[in-house]
C-alpha cells in the first residue's frame, strides 16, 4: 500500500509564491508519474502538471511559466514551486502518483489566492 502526504498550502496574496510537497511512502517499488491535479468547486478534477519517471514534464496552459514540478526520486517526493499566484489558481490540489498500474491520490491541500 502507499500514501501520499501532502504540505503546503494556504493563504497567500496575488503574485506571491506557495511551494506544495507530497511524499510516498509504504511498500513502493516503481514510482512512474508523479504529478499534481486541481479540483475547483463544481468543477472537474485538472491536471496542473505532471512529471515521469524519464524526467519528462507537461503542463497545464495556464501555469506554463509560473508553476515548475520537480521530483527528488531518493525520498519518493514531488514539488509544486507555484509563483505569480493568481486568484483564479484558488483550488484544491492534490498530489498524483502512478505506482506501478495503480493511481494513488493525496488528501487534497487548500490554496487560496487573494486579490
Known amino acids: 500500500q502507499v500514501q501520499l502526504v501532502e504540505s503546503g498550502g494556504g493563504l497567500v496574496q496575488a503574485g506571491g509564491s506557495l511551494r506544495l510537497s507530497c511524499t510516498t511512502s509504504g511498500t513502493i517499488f516503481s514510482i512512474n508519474a508523479m504529478g499534481w491535479y486541481h479540483q475547483a468547486p463544481g468543477k472537474q478534477r485538472e491536471l496542473v502538471a505532471i512529471t515521469t519517471r524519464a524526467g519528462s514534464t507537461n503542463y497545464a496552459d495556464s501555469v506554463k511559466g509560473r508553476f515548475t514540478i520537480s521530483r527528488d526520486n531518493a525520498k519518493n517526493t514531488v514539488y509544486l514551486q507555484m509563483n505569480s499566484l493568481k486568484p483564479e489558481d484558488t483550488s484544491v490540489y492534490y498530489c498524483?502518483?502512478?505506482?506501478?498500474?495503480?493511481?494513488?491520490w493525496g488528501q487534497g491541500t487548500q490554496v487560496t489566492v487573494s486579490s
Open positions: 498524483y502518483v502512478r505506482h506501478g498500474l495503480t493511481d494513488y
